[in-house]
């Protein structure tokens, strides 16, 4: 049988299977020890050893990085699939990674924290981006100057979007979409869908408390 080192005291392995240089499992099942080739003979597949087991306690488990050099848990590598994990710790695997697409994009590479001005600018264009978005549809669904199609105001800052047979609220959870910005993107990616109109906020909100917009209700009992 062969014999590895568990803490101080030297046991043998119940299996009297090899160790790995590399790795080295050690499995404390209370009446027996296991080596990793040995608890993988016991242990059924699909159960990697060092999980936890009613007939024992914990598995701890040692793997040498292919980079560092260093003896690491197993804990500071990421899996590669179900059974096996990756030669590089985790800490080496990232930086890795970053120098690879650093090297494979080098366009890309962050440029450091934007300065006070800067993000000025740059949330100033995302304003003025999302304001041309915004006159863009509504423009389309008032047919020319944007427009509420119950009072007529123009002023962009109290104009919206109106579902016509309502559920607009619904419709925006089952698209994942928030009002707003993304949804003018949802319209204009999708040609603009009928069943829309252009409405001013007090009448959105008036029409859907009370089912109808006052405006609508004097201009019917003029015409009365």
């Keep these: 049988m062969n014999r590895f080192e568990v803490g101080l005291k030297e046991h043998n392995c119940s299996e009297g299977a090899l160790i790995p240089t590399s790795i080295t499992y050690i499995y404390d099942m209370g009446y027996n ?20 087991n009613k007939k024992g306690k914990t598995l701890w488990a040692k793997k040498v990085c292919s980079q ?9 590598f990421y899996k590669k699939d179900k059974n096996h994990y990756r030669s590089k710790c985790k800490e080496c695997y990232r930086a890795w990674v970053l120098c690879r697409y650093h090297v494979k994009y080098p366009y890309r590479k962050p440029k450091g924290p934007l300065t006070a001005d800067q993000r000025i600018k740059k949330i100033a264009g995302i304003r003025i981006q999302r304001l041309n978005l915004k006159i863009e549809v ?87």
């Excluded at 008036?206 to 089912?211: D, E």
Aim: some cysteine; aromatic content about 12%; charged content about 20%.
């Design 33 to 52: 020890t296991y080596c990793s080739e040995g608890a993988n003979m016991v242990f059924k597949k699909g159960n990697t050893p060092w999980n936890k």
């Design 68 to 76: 560092c050099k260093q003896e690491k848990n197993i804990s500071e």
């Design 138 to 224: 509504l423009s389309y669904y008032s047919h020319g100057t944007a427009k509420c199609d119950c009072c007529g105001i123009e002023d962009i800052e109290f104009l919206t979007i109106d579902h016509i047979n309502g559920g607009g609220n619904q419709h925006r959870k089952s698209l994942k979409l928030q009002p707003g910005f993304p949804f003018y993107r949802w319209l204009k990616t999708n040609n603009y869908p009928d069943g829309y109109r252009v409405l001013c906020y007090n009448c959105n909100t008036v029409l859907g408390f009370h089912g109808y917009c006052p405006h609508q209700k004097k201009l019917a009992t003029e015409i009365k």
